[in-house]
């Protein structure tokens, strides 16, 4: 790409084929990846989905159990599980490739800034998988077996669990990445953390709402995903003091 740090201002940028072309193989690198990570997934599948359906497993009742309710479920889902996660194991690699493509069309300040915001970002997401398996299932797979009427057994068929924490996952990883969205809005001048504070009653309305869409619809896991939110926002006003807007910093 086009390198913006060239002092003589010459245009050095590649022609779109040669772009289109490191894309591709970027692009392939990563597939790669995600498929080498795959193999090893999909060999220990079933032992992989015992443990992402523990929490559940945890609170049925004595004598129940999790079923397969399709004749392929037995096979598909922990093939299913086993992409997902190798997607998911790869996004460190996916993210290094996108950053090393961009990363030429950038100015110095801007390589300083958003180096560590995509490292903070790997780890934020990952924390937020962790804290949805370590906190988040096992209270509401409380909840949820806990209040089951009398003489209903709980059989949780494997492929809608599956669908369900896949789902709460993905919810609270995208979730756990708001203190990078708040500093990126600072530090590109979209809004400062002044602007932010007195925002900060809708903020916490468009927590919950949010919490709403992303989660299945239960008070508990909505308000699980919606409080750690707004936690998230203030946490992001808070760094956000420290980051001086791009223009200032040119």
Request: glycine share 6%; proline share 7%; net charge negative.
């Amino acid at each position: 790409m086009t390198n913006r740090d060239d002092p003589t201002g010459e245009d050095e940028g590649q022609p779109l084929v040669e772009h289109l072309i490191e894309l591709r193989s970027r692009l392939l690198k990563s597939i790669g990846v995600v498929g080498v990570i795959f193999v090893p997934m999909f060999i220990f599948a079933n032992e992989i989905y015992g443990f992402v359906a523990s929490p559940l497993r945890a609170f049925l009742p004595e004598g129940s159990s999790m079923i397969a309710t399709e004749v392929a479920s037995p096979f598909l889902t922990p093939f299913k599980l086993s992409l997902v996660l190798a997607i998911f194991a790869a996004i460190p690699f996916i993210l290094h490739q996108i950053w090393a493509f961009v990363a030429p069309g950038l100015y110095a300040n801007e390589k300083r800034v958003a180096g560590p915001l995509l490292i903070s970002s790997i780890f934020l997401f990952y924390l937020g998988m962790a804290f949805a398996y370590f906190v988040v299932f096992p209270l509401i797979f409380a909840f949820f077996t806990g209040i089951a009427p009398e003489g209903v057994t709980i059989m949780t068929d494997i492929n809608r669990y599956l669908d369900f924490v896949l789902k709460l996952f993905f919810a609270f990883g995208i979730a756990f990445e708001i203190p990078i969205a708040t500093v990126l809005l600072v530090w590109t001048g979209a809004t400062t953390t002044e602007a932010l504070k007195a925002k900060r009653s809708f903020v916490i309305v468009g927590c919950f709402f949010i919490g709403m869409l992303l989660t299945p619809p239960d008070v508990v896991s909505q308000i699980l995903l919606a409080i750690p939110m707004w936690l998230l926002f203030e946490i992001g006003i808070f760094f956000g003091d420290f980051i001086a807007p791009a223009e200032e910093s040119e």
